[in-house]
């Protein structure tokens, strides 16, 4: 389960298990594919199957 590290606009370090679905649930309290996507669109040229733990990843608002 991802941890949230702040509030919308952020950034987040990829942990252990960290998924866009999970990030979207942990941000905005939903991991619907609709959020997962903008976290994705966030962060171009980052594959939601290959995230790197320590990675930085933009958390839109």
């Not at 252990?16 to 962060?43: C, P, V, W």
């Amino acid at each position: 389960m991802s941890t949230k590290q702040g509030t919308p606009a952020c950034t987040h370090r990829v942990g252990e298990g960290d998924t866009f679905s999970e990030l979207a649930r942990a941000y905005y309290g939903d991991g619907s594919d609709r959020l997962a996507r903008k976290i994705q669109d966030a962060n171009p040229g980052v594959s939601p199957t290959s995230l790197q733990l320590g990675q930085t990843l933009n958390i839109p608002v």
